[in-house]
């Protein structure tokens, strides 16, 4: 039982059913505490414990920091799913430090004009002076001004207005907010060392959105009235999102910017890095640094559980990996989430001297036979960027095979990897059930006298 000391009626609510079934909850509950000192217009008692009990449940491992604090309220389940975990927060806050050191002012604003639930501005807030959280939804932004004196975070600034490149010189506006000792006169419009958006990708009927200028607000139609504010923009998209589409869209806003403003045309572009981050096997985030004064060519940041590799542009596209010449292996290599989002997986193979199972088949190896001494010095270095097996096996995909690999190991993972059938597909043709015996990789392998499908079967190192 939970030992309730100091807790509103609303807390110890929360508290008691924190892992109850909501539906029967709503059928079997009349009485429902509201939260205390916090407005939140026309939500009810009911959906604000709800949509908090909800919350949490997404939160426990998602911002496990967040979820320890019972006091915290949570409007909506949906911005619990939709915010970012505390592991790429901090990833964001991180890379926010480094363009703050780059270009440093003295007071070290940080503009979240697209605020949400709060995770990130909380972790821009413990390294900038100070940060502007903005949401057009007022749910939102009351529920953010409560959870951040919650947290003890005092150095946040709250509004809420829509955001259009109209609206944006009074969203900047220091009348807006508290400005404390930031030095500004009053309603001086403010310029931000970083303005981060992280635009809605769902519509009003639930559906999902991966292209830019379909996401709310039209970052495309913002990024000159945004550029007049702030030198640097980091934006935060679908991990599912398509790296060169997207880059080609916002570098062809530039384009139309640049004639319309210059007269100049095409003379650069505004993205300078992107950074592919993963998070626990999972590719979680897509985040574009644009610089408005960026000279230079685009760069590539790959992040694997905080590990990063950077990649220019040119090492990426002149990067082709060897192929193997022969079937002996002891080691494979399948590169991680942000690697293969990237496309970067050539060029790591040839900085770290793998080679590639096919040409279109993400598994690496070793090129020669290594003894047990230099795999695992070898693997060191792969450690942080994938995942490492030990080959057991090396068989021919047919029949034969599929039915002695599936007798022999009937509890193993399994992975399809550039052949004509899904995982699940596989393991059913395997007829395998998910287990430890083995990790079972059904992949093409292209060699000079070998091409074709094969089974591989490995131990996990």
Partial sequence: MPIFINMTDFEKFIIEHEDSDTASLMLSTKKWPAPEGIKLGKLSSKDVAVNTIEARKKLRKKVPDWWERRELIYPTALCAEQCSSSATAAYKAKLARKIIHEYATDAHVIADLTGGLGIDAAAFSKIAGVVLYNDMNPVLAEAARHNFNVLGIENIRISCTELTAKSLPDILRSS????????????ETMHPDIIFLDPSRRGSNGNRFYMIEDCQPDVLK???????????????????????????RLNHCYEEYSEKTFNTGWNGN???????VSNGGECKELLIWMDRDWNGKMGFVCAEDGNMLNFSQEEISKS???????????????????LTKAGTVNAFCNRL?????GKFTNLCTFPCPLNDSEISEKSKALEPFGKIFMVKELLPFDKASAKTVGKKYPRSEVSAKNIPLSSDELRTRLGVASGDDAMIFGARMEMPHATGNYLIICDRI
């Fill in 320 to 338: 082709k990996a060897a192929l193997p010449d022969s079937t002996y292996m002891r080691v494979i290599f399948e590169p991680g989430k942000s």
């Fill in 353 to 357: 001297g793998l080679v590639k199972l």
């Fill in 270 to 276: 505004w993205v300078r890095e992107i950074h592919v």
């Fill in 222 to 248: 913002l990024l000159p009235a945004l550029f007049s504010y702030s030198r640097n923009i980091l934006l935060k998209l679908s991990p599912m999102a398509d790296i060169s589409l997207t880059t080609e």
């Fill in 176 to 187: 807006h907010y508290d400005t404390g000792n930031l030095g500004l006169r009053q309603s």
